[in-house]
């Protein structure tokens, strides 16, 4: 039964197995802590101890629902879970669930609250992003990759140009330089 799962979910997504057991990782790990709804989205995080972090994501949601509502939209339909975690990268974007993973900002945030909900704002757009492209059947190749993830990139960046005032520190939590 479970080799039948398997063989099912590879030849229905183009991830490696690599992504393939992340993906199996967070959908059950995203079952035993309790979520918070948001609407039609889950939010949920590795452990309890990440409330904070978790509230901030759903303070996110509630930014972007009352400064672009076309992007939230795009949020609404595209993402179904979001799944806090120490990622290495800024996060991950799963299709087949429809579930984005975003990195935790707690321990590199400092006192700036307003920065690290930005920043949750623009990987929730970037992620809400790959979702459309991938809903209009735009593969995700190597030769695609790098305008897939500029034209995420430039969405997320419209979003954050509507707040000047926090843009360093957005981008210093982001980058890791200014815009």
Known sequence: MKTTILHWLMSRCAALPV????????CSIARIVKPISRGHIRIG????QRLPEVKRIAEALELVERHDVRRFKRIQRSIKRVFLAPWKSLGAYYPT??????KDFS?????????????????????ATQGYLH???VVFTSG?????QRVCHIEGVYFLRQFP???????????????
Do not use: H
Request: some cysteine.
């Open 19 to 26: 992504e393939v057991v992340q993906l199996f990782l967070v």
């Open 165 to 179: 005032e926090t843009g360093p520190e957005v981008s210093r939590l982001l980058f890791s330089r200014p815009l």
């Open 97 to 102: 669930g429809r579930i984005c993973g975003v």
């Open 107 to 127: 321990s590199e945030a400092g006192e700036n609250s307003a920065a690290v909900v930005l920043a949750y704002a623009y990987l929730l757009i970037y992620g």
């Open 45 to 48: 995080a590795a452990t309890a």
């Open 135 to 137: 809903s209009r059947r």
């Open 144 to 148: 695609n990759r790098t305008r897939i």
